[in-house]
């Protein structure tokens, strides 16, 4: 047999295999139930226009007061991480260790319930407030190490030059380190924003009030009451028009960064 | 080392004969439509005290008593699986086949009928409202402006919407989270079934306020379609708990004032 032939048939095989597998899954699949169960469009237009008004309106507050929290909160634990003096090390090296180790899901409770009971003090902003402190504190936690490392990541000869030109050690950090830290770690900034957004469906453990309900407690309260999973489905989709565009704007921005170097 | 896999395999393969086998057989035996031959697969919401908690490694209360009866009048060992009341309760959990029953303090609604088969009622529930010893919360109607936790989906969320319309109602996913909120001075006030709020007076620091007669009865669950059988077992087997004393003596073992 000629090599190409039996590349060919090799091909061709695998070609069978996988319409084989997807032709299985179609038929053993009960699609009137799937239909009624997940795609009942009455259930889907009940959900609406609460689900954008109320709900993918709150995930995105949270998500955007969750991520510039946890960015400004990060950036100073870097410096922290980073800094000659060693308590500050060894502060944000705890800090960073502890927050990063714990589910995100326990820090809420404890922001929540824990906090509360210990202080007699309770977070602005209600239960929603008390999930948010938490969901910042986690995410600068990992903010943090990115930015340090974007930070470790400019040449030391930009230091030296910026320096060499009279600059003082602050004015160089914020003028010539950052803006080029920055550049270099959008894309595991993205990916914590995006994991942010998840992140968001976790503040249901704290109670929420009706004007409070993000994506996931919302579809999950219209789960109940129509006895149907099709606003499961409908919260999904609401996620991915957040999370697509968002992260197909950033490759944008990437792509006009490295444009710019 | 092959050797041991080949008889792995072998024995593996054997169990699984022998499992479809056997489910077959009884399945035509017992009628039952049974999600795994020879056990009664029961999910519930846990915990939910006095109604079903953990206790020295061990599921009980007082809807798991009454199943570990029922499973062992049908000649069935007994499964228990811990889930969310949500799915439970919009029926969800037992259309995908992932228990027989239900037994976790739902109340027969005639909306939960549309998706749900009920047993005959097991347990007479009332609601009620709890609040701090301390707290100037007297009824229903001083609620106004204030936050009452309820648990999301529930009978008692419903009993809150509808009663309190000025009360803001805070949404938890279980009564953990409720009593912690309570604790915790996040809410004023939990409106939900009065035994679990009972358990919460115990230590003094909580009062019931106000109790709230709305008939309501607490049914085990079956799936809608396909469980006719399984309904009418379970049904003979209250009856028979009830006629021979069983019923009583665990109802007086939770509930004796």
Redesign the interface.
């Known amino acids: 047999m000629k090599r190409s032939t039996r590349r060919r048939l090799i091909q061709g095989a695998l070609y069978a295999v996988f319409a084989a597998v997807v032709l299985l899954i179609v038929l053993a699949a009960d699609w009137a139930k799937i239909r009624s169960?997940f795609f009942d469009l009455d259930v889907a237009a009940a959900s609406f226009p609460e689900i954008v008004t109320i709900a993918a309106k709150n995930t995105i507050v949270y998500t955007a007061i969750a991520f510039l929290g946890g960015l400004l909160l990060g950036l100073v634990l870097a410096l922290m991480k980073l800094s000659p003096v060693l308590p500050y090390r060894w502060l944000a090296t705890g800090y960073i260790e502890l927050f990063r180790g714990l589910p995100a899901l326990l820090v809420i409770?404890a922001f929540?319930?824990?906090v509360?009971?210990a202080f007699?003090w309770?977070p602005p902003g209600?239960?929603a407030g008390?999930g948010l402190i938490a969901l910042i504190i986690v995410s600068s936690a990992y903010i943090a190490e990115t930015i340090r490392a974007g930070i470790e990541a400019v040449p030391k000869g930009q230091v030296e030059a910026a320096r060499s030109l009279g600059m003082n050690s602050a004015w160089t950090m914020v003028t010539v380190v950052l803006p080029q830290a920055f550049r270099i770690i959008t894309p595991p900034l993205t990916n914590e924003l995006v994991i942010l957004i998840k992140d968001t469906s976790l503040l249901?453990?704290?109670?929420?009030?009706?004007g409070d309900?993000e994506l996931t407690?919302f579809s999950?309260?219209a789960?109940?009451?129509q006895?149907?999973?099709t606003p499961l489905v409908v919260a999904a989709a609401m996620y991915l028009i957040i999370t697509l565009p968002l992260t197909q704007l950033v490759a944008k921005l990437e792509r006009h960064n490295k444009r710019g170097r | 080392m092959l050797a041991a896999l080949a008889a792995g395999a072998l024995a593996l393969s054997a169990c699984g004969g022998g499992s479809d086998d056997a489910g077959s057989g009884s399945a035509e035996e017992s009628g039952l439509n049974l999600v795994s031959e020879g056990s009664l697969t029961v999910c519930s919401d846990i915990p939910y005290p006095p109604f079903e908690f953990e206790e020295n490694g061990e599921y009980t209360g007082f809807d798991m008593d009454i199943m570990k009866e029922i499973a062992s009048g049908l000649d069935l060992e007994l499964a228990v699986q811990d889930v969310e009341f949500?799915?439970l309760?919009?029926?969800?959990v037992l259309?995908a086949r992932q228990c027989d029953i239900g037994a976790s303090a739902v109340t027969i609604t005639e909306?939960?009928k549309?998706?749900l088969a009920f047993s005959d009622p097991y347990y007479d529930s009332l609601q009620s409202l709890l609040v701090p010893a301390d707290s100037d919360i007297a009824s229903i109607d001083d609620l106004a402006g204030k936050?009452v936790?309820v648990q999301?989906?529930t009978t008692g969320e419903t009993y809150a919407t509808e009663n309190a319309p000025e009360a803001?109602?805070?949404?938890?996913?279980s009564d953990a989270?409720?009593y912690?909120?309570i604790?915790?001075?996040?809410?004023d006030a939990l409106l939900q079934d009065l035994p679990v709020n009972l358990g919460h007076t115990e230590d003094g620091s909580f009062t019931i306020a106000e109790e709230f007669k709305t008939d309501e009865q607490y049914g085990f669950i079956m799936a809608k379609e396909g469980s006719d059988e399984l309904v009418a077992a379970v049904n003979e087997q209250l009856t028979a708990l009830r006629d021979n004393g069983k019923y009583q003596e665990i109802y007086d073992s939770y509930f004796a004032q």
Do not use: C, K, W
């Not at chain 1, 249901?204 to 009706?210: E, P, R, V």
């Not at chain 2, 309760?89 to 969800?92: N, V």
């Open positions: 169960n409770f929540a319930y824990a509360p009971i007699q309770h209600g239960n008390a249901f453990i704290a109670g929420m009030a009706i309900r407690t999950r309260d789960l109940t009451s006895a149907n999973a | 949500n799915g309760q919009s029926g969800a259309a909306e939960r549309a998706n936050q936790g999301q989906g803001e109602i805070v949404q938890f996913p989270e409720m912690a909120a604790q915790a001075g996040n809410v």
